[in-house]
């Protein structure tokens, strides 16, 4: 987390570094990124940034306001109107040299996002490939921005062409730093717009790292990284010379997001909470189950996920069997330092939410719950400074309890034992959610009736967690809108122009 510091330049030595930091390679800037070179934030303010892991201070970052957004937006169009005009195939170029840099740097990269997030490093590094796989993925798609044409008859040509939208704000969350920040970047920068991501306050510092690693790959201007609090984010929804917002975090930020822009109507892609079920008919395998339900609840980042599966809707014949298996994998779950690549469950990223998980947990108590693993912070000395909790598994879980209808954003699993499927189908569909759902069945059918009936804009059958490039993702009702990770992604940042060409002469003044 940031806290604000003197109006000094960064005069430290990376040798300062203790703890969690020992080792890092971190970034050689601590300024705002835009027109292609670092600046120092205009009002002079700097925030230190120390790891969940173990409170260790690992390096710092300037704090940008509004001054600072209005500077790069005016760099950011200038950007845009070379980028705009740079053939696809180009584009499509420098998109793949950028995967080709970021994977170079894998290692580094992990294990600074490991120290600032505090997921377990060995984890951090698929985050890596995840993005440059993004920035590939939609290099291959810069040709599919395509027009139609329609038919007017022998007098006229009538066809659209999709262009563009302009300047593109990415505000994304700290569970996946590196991730978010240049895998956002990806689809808007295939389809020739300039792009400023916002990164989250808690856990900057890769995003400076791939300021440093792929923006001299492309024109100044069409990459910028600014960093700052919610004064940043509130002036890019509100600028108007930023045409499209994406955002990567809470519900309650997407609604205030969403009032913003609905000042300038501007279009939005908004991945929100997550409340997500996992629905166990009576004829799975007890052990395939328990470990889809385990996996499904991301322990190793401490559940922090908007898609993790965090409601276990469990039949009564399976119940007791699964329940017990479910609390024999989570011992392969212990808490450790992010940075040890032993380490099988990291940090949760804050003071002020591990306390909010554990209030979590003490409610779940008071309401009736029974727990079967963990709900304690760990005992492990070494431990000590940073902000870890047990994978904590709750069983004879009731609907109404605030565990299972409100996002925790931490390692607590819910099982709600079910008898009759119409009761249970309305259990699963009553929040206001709808990011993801699993279902686990070896009845085919079934399976595809039930994905029919819940809410959910991203449904797996037999399968937890995984994403798919080409697969679109995205939330119902209150989760979000828009769908990422595929060419709707990348259409959504351009907009469709139609052109009437009449072919009958124009009389000429003789």
């Known amino acids: ?28 800037h601590d300024g705002l990124y835009y027109g292609g070179a670092w600046h120092a934030p205009r009002s002079g303010r700097y925030g230190d940034v120390y790891s969940p892991g173990d409170g260790s201070r690992i390096g710092r970052v300037a704090v940008g306001d509004a001054s600072d957004v209005d500077a ?45 997030c505090g997921n377990p490093v060995a984890e951090m590094t698929g985050d890596v490939m995840v993005a440059a796989a993004l920035f590939e993925f939609f290099a291959g798609l810069v040709t599919e921005m395509k027009g139609a044409s329609i038919p007017m008859g022998p007098e006229a040509i009538n066809f659209t062409v999709r262009e563009p939208v302009g300047v593109v704000a990415r505000i994304v969350a700290f569970n996946h730093p590196f991730m978010f920040a240049a895998g956002k970047m990806a689809a808007p920068l295939a389809a020739g717009n300039a792009v400023i991501v916002k990164p989250p306050e808690q856990a900057p510092l890769s995003s400076l790292r791939l300021a440093e690693i792929v923006g001299g790959l492309f024109p100044p201007g069409v990459v910028s990284i600014l960093n700052g609090g919610r004064d940043v984010g509130e002036s890019l929804v509100s600028h108007p010379d930023v045409a499209m917002l994406g955002l990567v975090g809470s519900v309650p930020t997407g609604r205030a997001v969403a009032r913003g ?58 119940y007791d069997a699964v329940v017990e298996r479910i609390a024999e994998r989570c011992k392969a779950f212990v808490p450790g330092l992010p940075t040890d690549p032993k380490t099988s469950m990291g940090a949760v990223i804050s003071q002020a939410q591990h306390a909010r998980v554990l ?15 963990g709900g304690k912070v760990p005992d492990d000395p070494a431990l000590a400074n940073g902000y870890y909790i047990e994978p904590t598994v709750f069983a004879d879980v009731q609907p109404q309890m605030r565990i299972a209808r409100e996002e925790i954003f931490g ?59 080409g697969a679109p993702f995205g939330g119902m009702k209150q989760s979000g809108m828009g769908r990422e990770e595929c060419l709707g992604e990348m259409l959504s940042f351009t907009q469709e122009k139609n052109i009437h060409v009449s072919l009958r002469r124009v009389a000429t003044q003789r």
Not at 286 to 298: K, R
Not at 426 to 453: H, P
């Open 72 to 116: 790069a937006v005016a760099a950011a169009r200038q950007g845009f109107a070379v980028w705009r005009d740079t053939p696809p195939l180009e584009r499509a170029r420098i998109l793949r040299a950028a995967a080709v840099e970021m994977r170079k740097h894998a290692a580094d990269l992990a294990l600074l996002d490991a120290a600032d």
């Open 411 to 469: 390692p607590v699993l819910s099982i709600i034992k079910w008898h009759d499927e119409a009761q249970m189908l309305a259990d699963v569909n009553a929040l206001d959610y709808g990011l993801t759902c699993a279902i686990w069945t070896n009845d085919l059918e079934k399976g595809m009736r039930t994905a029919s009936r819940v809410n959910a804009g991203f449904v797996w059958i037999n399968e937890v967690g995984k994403h798919f490039l």
């Open 359 to 373: 209030a979590f947990i003490a409610s779940a108590h008071e309401e009736g719950a029974r727990l079967v693993y």
């Open 1 to 28: 987390m940031s806290v604000i510091l003197s109006e000094n330049s960064r005069a430290s030595e990376s040798s300062q570094w203790q703890g969690c930091g020992a080792g890092l390679t971190l970034p050689a």
């Open 261 to 318: 822009a609905a000042e300038r109507i501007k279009p939005m892609l908004l991945e929100l909470g997550g409340k997500n079920a996992l629905i166990a008919y009576p004829d799975v395998d007890p052990d395939a189950l328990a470990a889809g339900a385990v996996a499904g609840m991301n322990f190793t980042w401490c559940g922090q996920s908007c898609g993790s599966t965090s409601r276990l809707f469990l039949h009564a014949s399976l």
